[in-house]
T-cell receptor, first 108, second 113 residues
Framework: GQNIDQPTEMTATEGAIVQINCTYQTSGFNGLFWYQQHAGEAPTFLSY????GLEEKGRFSSFLSRSKGYSYLLLKELQMKDSASYLCAADNTDKLIFGTGTKLQVFP | DVKVTQSSRYLVKRTGEKVFLECVQD?????MFWYRQDPGLGLRLIYF???????EKGDIPEGYSVSREKKERFSLILESASTNQTSMYLC????????????FGEGSRLTVL
């Protein structure tokens, strides 16, 4: 079967670091996407990991372990505008399979 | 600036009506997708298409059909709308078959009464 798991909700404080985990199980796997979605808006691309390891892009980093079927998104120096849903998606050759998303709330 | 445009942001329809949701992309992408997004269920794939006149069923195709007469346009059709099709519908596109970022439209929020 195909399954993407991520926590439903998380909270954090402005300036802090938060890690959002994602585990996946899919038939066929090319890589792992992370998208950000603010309420009422379309998802926007954050990162795409194909190889194992950490990829850093400013305040956001994403990690992939293909052997463990595991990824995480790391957000540093949190800002209020980072309050959003974060969607993990496995690239299954033909299509992307999305998790249910993690709603992150950042408090002052 | 790359763009995926959905024709309607908000629609209200009655049960049994035929509904057309249009999506146009200006990036010459081969692949186009229709998802619906519901609270607690995430994005679920309805249909996708690799090329003009080609279509593939996603995970939840029942009650929907699609049309891809031109490369840039992918339409989602609800032949007879039902209340359980009230949802946010997101169109997306991307270039190659197995790589590349997925670009999303703004979404169409459909309410079926």
């Amino acid at each position: 079967g195909q399954n993407i798991d991520q926590p439903t909700e998380m909270t954090a404080t402005e300036g802090a670091i938060v890690q959002i985990n994602c585990t996946y199980q899919t038939s066929g796997f090319n890589g792992l996407f992370w998208y950000q979605q603010h309420a009422g808006e379309a998802p926007t691309f954050l990162s795409y990991n194909v190889l194992d390891g950490l990829e850093e892009k400013g305040r956001f980093s994403s990690f992939l372990s293909r052997s463990k079927g595991y990824s995480y998104l790391l957000l540093k120096e949190l800002q209020m505008k980072d309050s959003a849903s974060y969607l993990c998606a496995a690239d299954n050759t033909d299509k992307l399979i999305f998790g249910t998303g993690t709603k992150l709330q950042v408090f002052p | 600036d790359v763009k995926v445009t959905q024709s309607s942001r908000y629609l209200v329809k009655r049960t049994g009506e035929k509904v057309f949701l249009e999506c146009v992309q200006d990036m010459d992408h081969e692949n186009m997708f229709w998802y619906r997004q519901d609270p607690g269920l995430g994005l679920r794939l309805i249909y996708f298409s690799y090329d003009v006149k080609m279509k593939e069923k996603g995970d939840i195709p029942e009650g929907y059909s699609v049309s891809r007469e031109k490369k840039e346009r992918f339409s989602l059709i609800l032949e007879s709308a039902s209340t359980n099709q009230t949802s946010m519908y997101l169109c997306a596109s991307r270039h190659a078959r197995d790589t590349g970022e997925l670009f999303f439209g703004e979404g169409s929020r459909l309410t079926v009464l």
